[in-house]
């Protein structure tokens, strides 16, 4: 049947040429059919095979008929995929189960076939539509197109477990309705811009005035703290004395209201969902007692969060290795751990996880093995790294947009790689060479935050060639991923 399929859609060219169908297809009980999934360069489909035309999807693109037998095909849509999710259930998102969690970002939508094939030797619960906002205006995509991509990609791979969909980095109400309402299963609320920081910079003078100044709310939350001490499990001390209280509650508790607020928006529509609390993109490190406070005082307010990813010392740019000094982030770690073992119910996360090798090891080793890690650009550098090996030409002109772009691409991120350290021109370059360039990690770092420039001047043409070479795509961030993996529960599988 599915040769047939093939041979079917190859003599009509209507979608396009290279049409491929993927597996042995999925069994529809309740419409006596079989449907598979279909892919071209033109787009992604849903071929169904039954005795009769069935009613259930939107829009045939294509309708073959013989004797008693009905092939129909069908786009993959937004409104389709809801259609379908009404025969496999596991197509929908879900939230955390006991097991660690690894979020794997597909800024191109891909790849996630790619990622459960790597992740699925792992004991974790993968998280394979995850992107922000950010994410979604640079690639001009879409939370619905996110979510196509990640079902999609269960649906090539015959994957039959459960998975999550991230809404990213939430800064603002209309995205977290967005994702909420397109049945998105976890939601990370970025308090980056909600947090107070300028009250640790204020000298006692000015201290004084604020206190004076707190409204009924604030001197109720400070009176509920105040001069307290507490020796957590691990022997941490949480100091919450007057002093450090104060400015502590003036930073965080806009934080915790804005969190209380978007959580009860999200309970009106869900009953079940990840909730994680974001301060690693703040200005200062998370302490411990911060993070005390903050969990505390939700947990006091009835609200469920499940992960929370606090803003540790050292340095985790995008696309290389950590920049610290190890043994620091350690004892930071430790100190959260204490927090999050003695309050529970929660556990902690690392974000710009990718390539961060050398601190894997200690992450899984301090955490106890139950974590969230999030990865994104580094299965975006994977396709990039597929068209230097196999398409020099095409790399070249890639790196040019990402040269050319790099200062206005650069105020989105944080790097210390700067321009003139990057060189102007690499047309030079032995095309047999050319792959080799992605050794140098200034160079690795420029191509990971341009993806947006890419995408625009050269995106048509990038999807179709990794089309082509879709097997060394696939393989590349299997790879990649596992590589992470291996690293962080430190054996093979």
């Given at each position: 049947?599915?040769?047939k399929?093939q041979?079917?859609?190859?003599?009509?060219?209507?979608?396009g040429k290279?049409?491929?169908?993927?597996?042995?297809g999925?069994?529809i009980?309740?419409?006596?059919?079989?449907?598979?999934?279909?892919?071209?360069q033109?787009?992604?489909?849903l071929?169904?095979?039954?005795?009769?035309?069935?009613?259930?999807?939107e829009?045939?693109?294509?309708?073959?008929?013989e004797?008693?037998?009905?092939?129909?095909?069908?786009?993959f849509?937004?409104?389709?995929?809801?259609?379908?999710?009404?025969?496999?259930?596991?197509?929908?998102p879900?939230?955390?189960?006991?097991?660690p969690?690894?979020?794997c970002?597909?800024?191109?939508?891909?790849?996630?076939a790619?990622?459960?094939?790597?992740?699925?030797e792992?004991?974790?619960?993968?998280?394979?539509?995850?992107?922000?906002?950010r994410?979604?205006?640079?690639?001009?995509r879409s939370?619905?197109d996110v979510?196509?991509?990640?079902a999609w990609?269960?649906?090539?791979?015959?994957?039959q477990?459960?998975?999550?969909?991230?809404?990213?980095?939430?800064?603002?109400?209309?995205?977290?309705l967005?994702?909420?309402?397109?049945?998105?299963?976890?939601?990370?609320?970025d308090?980056s811009?909600?947090?107070n920081?300028?009250?640790f910079a204020?000298?006692?003078r000015?201290?004084?005035?604020?206190?004076?100044e707190?409204?009924?709310q604030e001197?109720?939350?400070?009176?509920?703290?105040?001069?307290?001490?507490?020796?957590l499990?691990l022997?941490?001390e949480v100091?919450?004395s007057?002093?450090?209280?104060?400015?502590l509650?003036?930073?965080y508790?806009?934080?915790?209201?804005?969190?209380?607020?978007w959580?009860?928006?999200?309970?009106?529509?869900?009953?079940?969902?990840d909730?994680e609390?974001?301060?690693?993109?703040?200005?200062?490190?998370?302490?411990?007692?911060a993070h005390?406070f903050?969990?505390e005082?939700?947990h006091?307010?009835?609200?469920?969060?499940?992960?929370i990813?606090?803003?540790?010392?050292?340095?985790?740019?995008?696309?290389i290795?950590?920049?610290?000094?190890?043994e620091?982030?350690s004892?930071?770690l430790w100190?959260?751990?204490?927090?999050?073992?003695d309050?529970g119910?929660?556990?902690?996360?690392?974000?710009?996880?990718s390539d961060?090798?050398?601190?894997?090891p200690i992450f899984?080793r301090?955490?106890?093995?139950?974590?969230?890690l999030?990865t994104?650009?580094t299965?975006?550098?994977?396709?990039?790294?597929?068209?230097?090996?196999?398409?020099?030409e095409?790399f070249l002109?890639?790196y040019?947009?990402a040269?050319?772009?790099?200062?206005?691409?650069?105020k989105?991120y944080?790097?210390?790689?700067?321009?003139?350290e990057?060189?102007a021109?690499?047309?030079?370059?032995?095309?047999?060479d050319?792959?080799?360039?992605?050794?140098?990690?200034?160079?690795?770092?420029?191509?990971?935050i341009?993806?947006g420039?890419?995408?625009?001047?050269?995106g048509?043409?990038?999807r179709?060639?990794?089309f082509a070479?879709e097997?060394t795509h696939?393989?590349?961030?299997?790879e990649?991923?596992?590589?992470?993996?291996v690293?962080l529960?430190?054996?093979?599988?």
């Open positions: 049947m599915q040769a399929i041979a079917i859609l190859q003599s009509r060219e209507i979608l290279e049409p491929r169908v993927y597996m042995q999925y069994d009980p309740e419409l006596s059919a079989r449907l598979f999934p279909v892919k071209t033109n787009g992604l489909y071929a169904v095979w039954s005795g009769e035309e069935k009613n259930v999807f829009r045939p693109s294509l309708v073959w008929r004797k008693d037998e009905v092939c129909a095909v069908y786009p849509s937004f409104s389709n995929y809801l259609r379908l999710t009404r025969f496999l259930a596991h197509l929908k879900s939230p955390f189960n006991h097991h969690s690894f979020g970002g597909d800024r191109l939508g891909m790849v996630s790619a990622h459960l094939k790597a992740l699925k792992f004991p974790v619960f993968p998280v394979i539509a995850q992107q922000s906002p994410e979604l205006q640079k690639t001009r939370f619905a979510l196509l991509g990640a990609g269960i649906l090539e791979s015959g994957y477990g459960t998975f999550g969909a991230d809404a990213d980095h939430i800064k603002d109400e209309q995205d977290l967005e994702a909420r309402d397109l049945g998105y299963s976890m939601f990370t609320l308090l811009e909600k947090v920081y300028r009250a204020m000298d006692e000015e201290l004084s005035r604020r206190y004076e707190m409204n009924a001197q109720e939350v400070f009176g509920r703290y105040r001069d307290k001490k507490f020796t499990s022997g941490v100091d919450l007057e002093e450090k209280l104060l400015p509650v003036l930073a508790l806009p934080a915790v209201e804005q969190v209380e607020y959580y009860h928006l999200l309970r009106e529509e869900l009953s079940s969902f909730l609390i974001s301060l690693d993109e703040g200005e200062s490190i998370t302490s411990p007692e005390f903050m969990a005082e939700l006091r307010r009835g609200i469920d969060f499940r992960s990813a606090p803003r540790f010392p050292g340095v985790f740019e995008k696309g290795d950590y920049i610290g000094d190890r620091e982030f004892r930071a100190t959260q751990v204490a927090v999050a073992r309050i119910g929660y556990r902690l996360s690392l974000h710009s996880g961060k090798f050398s601190i894997y899984f301090e955490t106890g093995g139950l974590f969230h999030k994104s650009g299965s975006w550098l994977q396709g990039v790294a597929v068209v230097a090996e196999k398409n020099p095409l002109r890639i040019q947009v040269y050319d772009t790099f200062e206005e691409n650069l989105a944080r790097l210390s790689v700067r321009k003139e990057l060189p021109n690499i047309g030079k370059v032995k095309e047999s050319v792959p080799k360039l992605l050794r140098d990690t200034r160079i690795c770092q420029l191509l990971h341009s993806y420039s890419i995408l625009e001047v050269v048509e043409e990038l179709r060639f990794l070479e097997n696939y393989r590349k961030v299997c990649n991923i596992r590589k992470h993996l690293v529960f430190g054996e093979e599988r």
